[in-house]
Each structure stands twice: as structure tokens, then as C-alpha cells.
């Protein structure tokens, strides 16, 4: 059976069910899914992603009977995750007069993944266009939806937004169209934003500004239904999910001998203040053990932090940390931070401490896993006073624990 919808006046897709269990990003999707591809018939024949790297063969197979692979003009590669761009070596092998259309990190990713160094790539930005002969395609950078290079392609004449993961589902249908659909789609719909695309939900409101602008009467997402009915709701539901919620609270408490971590500290604060966290910062070395107390049961983050000096802590930032254990604290996040001259083993002990305190401690790994950031280390270590990167690096830390925060 040829793999060949046409979803509008020249515009195909050309994608693949895959109706097994699939094994996904630790899960198993019960319903399966769908691998989506587009084809645009134009004058410079284009095609906007792939499928999963298992299906190459079998996409260029079907692929060629759509159209000889030597006359695509432009292979355009929205994520370059391998369920999306792991076609792309098998079809470019075959497609050697196409460029690759993608943001200048996916270029470098597809780059090194697939051994493209001798391929011609057409880097977008922001906002720019590609005139394909009958079509224009505009392109968005919408970074971590869902991973760091990620764009979306929107088609001026036909109104399709191509978001590749976003607004998808992960299911296996030939129906394609929502509106064909014998179920209500809304659940696996919801399922899959809160999955994929809610760990990042910051840049789901920056995705929407985006688009906000742009006439779209149809989404092609890279999995499960194409949203030809009820757009709007679709964009609204994501805008619904993805809005900050709720009043929440952090704290700052920490000790110095000569000010560094103090200016850790306030840094940190300004991340937090960025992302609408309100927040209070105790030198431990100053305050009451009321004041200490109420802010720590009354914030739903702790940042707690000391310099090292031989090899500890200062001041009373340890009778703080032994307190803890004394308090119900289990639905709180909880980051370690300091500054430091070469070690820092103060900040590792104050880590230690946060591991038997019952709060949900967050580090490097745990952020990975739950948000696939790596750029940024935690516990925070910052040496002497924070400067150039370093001070970068502390609003970072705030910013992120604050989208956590608004969950
Ligand atoms: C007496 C003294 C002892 C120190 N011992 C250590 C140490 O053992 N390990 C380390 O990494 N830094 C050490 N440092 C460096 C401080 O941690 C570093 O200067 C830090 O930026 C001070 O931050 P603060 O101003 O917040 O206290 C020491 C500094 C002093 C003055």
C-alpha cells in the first residue's frame, strides 16, 4: 500500500504507522504511533521531516514511488531526534541534489550524528522564508519543544503549521484526520503534552507568541492525528496546560565569611523573580531561628548555601541543616550552593545533608531527566565572586527551578 495522503492542493503525507508497542523515552506507547512525513509538490520539491530510523528503507521505498529522490530540492528537518530524522541518511544517500533545511544547532547535531559534513545545509533563523516554487515556507525556532535545535515550519499559501513534536499524539491510525477519528483524541492529545512538552512548558508560551501572529487552518505534527477541525482549540489547550499556576514561594538561606556567596545568592534571586517566584534571602548568620523557620516551612523551594572554609562550612549554615530533619519538608525542592576557592567540599556536605532531609533534592541528574537540560550543574559551585558565566549561571539556576516551581 503506497503511504500517500494529500492533506492539501500538493501537499502529501508520505509517513508510516507503527502499530507495535513502541519502546519510548522509558515508556511503552500502548497505542503505538505514527511517524510523519510531508511532501510539498512544488517546484523545488520539498519534503518536511522523515520517520524513524527502523522505517528508512521503507520510506524511501515508498518515497521513490511518489517522487525520484534525485529531484528533491529541499529536505527541511524540524528535531533531529532519530524517530524524525532517522530516515534521513538512507533518503539523502538517494536525494544528492537536496538541501537540509535546519537551525544552525540541528546542522551541527545532523552533522556529526548522520556523517553530513559534505551535505549543503540552508540555515534558518527566526522568522525567515524559503521560496519553494508555488509555496513559501516561514520557520520558528522554538528551542527544547522538545529538544535544544527544535523549529517548526508554517506554509504561508496553504495555512498548515508543521510543528513536528508538538501538538502530536501517539497513536497508530490510517485515520489521520482528527476529525476521522472513532475516539475522542483529547486524552492522548493531553497525554502526550504533558509527556513530551510540559517539562518545557516556559518555552511553550514562547512557541505561542510566536505563532500567534500566523493564520493556521491545519497542524501536521510528526505523530498521531493531523488537527484539521477545532485548530484553535488544540492551540488553546496548549496555551491552558502551559500557563504558569499558582503563588509560589522559595527561599535563600545560606552563610559567607566575605560576601561571594551572598552575591550567589542574590543572582539566584533574580532568576527567581524572572519566572514570578516570590522569594526571601537570609544570611543564617543574621536571623532569628523564627524568622529561619517560617521561611522554610512557608517556600516551596530551599536554596541553601555556604563558602568553604577548610574544608566546611561556615558560619551557622550547618545548625540550619540539621534542623531540617526535625521538620515535614517532603513536598519541597531542595538545591545546594556555594562559592568556593578550589574545592568546595562545603557545598558537597550541604548536598548530603539535603539527601536525608526528605525534600526533593535537585541536582544535575535530576534535572536531565526531568527536563533533558544539561546546561546547567547543580549543585551550583561557583568559584570566588560570580562573574562573566559564573553570574549567568546562578540566574540560570533560578530561572529553571522557578519553571519548576510553576509546574
Ligand atoms: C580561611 C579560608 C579558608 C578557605 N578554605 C577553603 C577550602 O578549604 N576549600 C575551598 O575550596 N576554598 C576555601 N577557601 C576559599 C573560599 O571558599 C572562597 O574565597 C569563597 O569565595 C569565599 O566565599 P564567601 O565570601 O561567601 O565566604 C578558603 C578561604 C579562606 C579565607
Same mark, same amino acid.
Given at each position: 500500500m503506497l503511504n500517500k495522503l494529500e492533506i492539501?492542493?500538493?501537499?502529501?503525507?508520505?509517513g508510516y504507522v507503527d502499530d507495535r508497542k513502541v519502546p519510548f523515552h522509558r515508556l511503552i506507547l500502548e497505542k503505538g504511533t505514527t511517524y510523519n512525513s510531508y511532501f510539498l509538490d512544488t517546484e523545488k520539491p520539498t519534503l518536511i521531516d522523515t520517520v524513524d530510523i527502523e522505517f528508512g528503507k521503507v520510506f524511501v521505498e515508498n518515497l521513490s514511488q511518489i517522487i /525520484?529522490? #534525485?529531484?528533491?530540492?529541499y529536505i527541511v528537518i524540524n528535531h533531529v531526534e532519530p524517530d524524525h530524522a532517522g530516515a534521513l541518511p538512507a533518503l539523502i544517500s538517494k536525494a544528492k541534489n537536496a538541501k537540509i533545511v535546519t537551525t544552525a544547532l540541528g546542522a551541527e547535531e545532523l552533522k556529526n550524528m548522520?556523517?553530513?559534513?559534505?551535505r549543503e545545509f540552508v540555515i534558518i533563523k527566526d522568522g525567515d522564508t524559503l521560496d519553494i516554487g508555488g509555496k513559501t515556507l516561514q520557520f520558528f525556532e522554538t528551542p527544547y519543544l522538545h529538544t535544544e535545535e527544535t523549529m517548526v515550519t508554517y506554509c504561508v499559501e496553504d495555512k498548515i503549521l508543521y510543528p513536528c513534536d508538538q501538538f502530536s499524539s501517539h497513536v497508530a491510525t490510517y485515520e489521520l484526520f482528527n476529525d476521522l477519528a472513532?475516539?475522542?483524541i483529547s486524552p492522548d492529545f493531553n497525554v502526550y503534552y504533558q509527556l513530551i512538552m510540559h517539562p518545557h512548558r516556559p518555552y511553550v508560551q514562547d512557541m505561542l507568541q510566536k505563532i500567534s501572529g500566523l493564520d493556521i487552518q491545519m497542524i501536521a505534527p510528526s505523530h498521531g492525528y493531523i488537527l484539521r477541525t477545532e485548530v484553535e482549540k488544540y492551540i488553546k489547550a496548549y496555551d491552558e496546560m502551559s500557563k504558569p499556576k499558582g503563588d509560589k514561594k522559595a527561599a535563600i538561606l545560606f552563610s559567607t565569611m566575605t560576601g561571594n556567596t551572598t552575591k550567589v545568592a542574590k543572582l539566584i534571586a533574580e532568576g527567581l523573580e524572572e519566572k514570578g517566584i516570590e522569594f526571601r534571602i537570609i544570611n543564617v548568620d543574621n536571623a532569628d531561628q523564627e524568622t529561619i523557620k517560617e521561611a522554610i516551612l512557608e517556600s516551596d523551594a530551599l536554596f541553601l548555601g555556604s563558602s568553604t572554609r577548610y574544608a566546611d562550612m561556615v558560619g551557622k549554615l550547618e545548625d540550619v541543616l540539621k534542623e531540617l530533619?526535625? #521538620? /515535614?519538608?517532603?513536598e519541597k525542592l531542595a538545591i545546594a550552593f556555594g562559592s568556593y576557592g578550589w574545592s568546595g567540599e562545603a557545598i558537597q556536605v550541604i548536598q548530603d545533608y539535603l539527601m536525608t532531609s526528605g525534600m526533593k533534592v535537585v541536582d544535575s541528574s535530576l534535572l536531565i531527566k526531568s527536563t533533558? #537540560?544539561?546546561h546547567i550543574q547543580l549543585p551550583l559551585r561557583i568559584k570566588f565572586a560570580p562573574a562573566d558565566e559564573g553570574v549567568d549561571q546562578c540566574v540560570e539556576v533560578g530561572k529553571v527551578i522557578g519553571d519548576l516551581l510553576i509546574a
Open positions: 492539501a492542493p500538493n501537499a502529501y503525507w508520505v /525520484d529522490p #534525485m529531484k528533491l530540492a548522520f556523517r553530513l559534513h559534505n472513532k475516539e475522542d530533619r526535625n #521538620m /515535614d519538608l517532603s533533558g #537540560m544539561t
